[in-house]
T-cell receptor
Framework: AQSVTQLGSHVSVSEGALVLLRCNYS??????LFWYVQYPNQGLQLLLK??????LVKGINGFEAEFKKSETSFHLTKPSAHMSDAAEYFC????????????FGAGTILRVKS | KAGVTQTPRYLIKTRGQQVTLSCSPI?????VSWYQQTPGQGLQFLFE???????NKGNFPGRFSGRQFSNSRSEMNVSTLELGDSALYLC???????????FGSGTRLTVV
């Protein structure tokens, strides 16, 4: 069975500092990996995805993530945090063997301090 | 291009009642999935439909059901509502497998 672990339910950074949100996954087959962001009272917005090919994936709003098969990780980074990045972030995995089902991590709330 | 539209946005129901939630996917998207989001359980997969066929189902009781119409619009129904069904219900659509989903803003259901 697939699973996703997001280390740290809350992460706090200063504006302009590096953002690092951790995600580890478990999958018996090559996974498709996703990061989503959720702002209060809204749905989820896709930040970036890894399917095949280049392991460093660039997304919207300056975010990127690197797929590391040996570490079963897909950590999300952004070089310089902005106040507008404050939100909840979800990592998700899909192995396609189960249709298009996504298995989500528990989420990480990012707080950006001024 | 219109996004995923969910109606209604907010709903208050009484325990024991039933409820139907509606989702209109992005035009051309044939895969529609539903997720339940609660503070305690997080985001949990309910079911996925593709071309009117249920392709996958999560671990929810039979009180939760859904369907997809020929125009790809989808509905989910919850019968005999329980207090624990209070949640944000998210619908998402996808053009192709592996594309990642586009989510709607959700329907917040409160059961009292």
């Amino acid at each position: 069975a697939q699973s996703v672990t997001q280390l740290g339910s809350h992460v706090s950074v200063s504006e302009g500092a590096l953002v690092l949100l951790r995600c580890n996954y478990s999958s018996s087959v090559p996974p498709y990996l996703f990061w989503y962001v959720q702002y209060p009272n809204q749905g989820l917005q896709l930040l970036l995805k890894y399917t095949t090919g280049a392991t460093l994936v660039k997304g919207i709003n300056g975010f990127e993530a690197e797929f590391k098969k040996s570490e079963t990780s897909f950590h999300l980074t952004k070089p310089s945090a902005h106040m507008s990045d404050a939100a909840e972030y979800f990592c998700a995995v899909s192995d396609l063997g189960y249709g298009n089902k996504l298995v989500f991590g528990a989420g990480t709330i990012l707080r950006v301090k001024s | 291009k219109a996004g995923v539209t969910q109606t209604p946005r907010y709903l208050i129901k009484t325990r024991g009642q039933q409820v139907t939630l509606s989702c209109s996917p992005i035009s051309g998207h044939r895969s529609v999935s539903w997720y339940q989001q609660t503070p305690g359980q997080g985001l949990q997969f309910l079911f996925e439909y593709f071309s009117e066929t249920q392709r996958n189902k999560g671990n929810f009781p039979g009180r939760f059901s859904g369907r997809q119409f020929s125009n790809s619009r989808s509905e989910m129904n919850v019968s005999t509502l329980e207090l624990g069904d209070s949640a944000l219900y998210l619908c998402a659509s996808s053009l192709r497998t592996g594309d990642g989903y586009t989510f709607g803003s959700g329907t917040r259901l409160t059961v009292v």
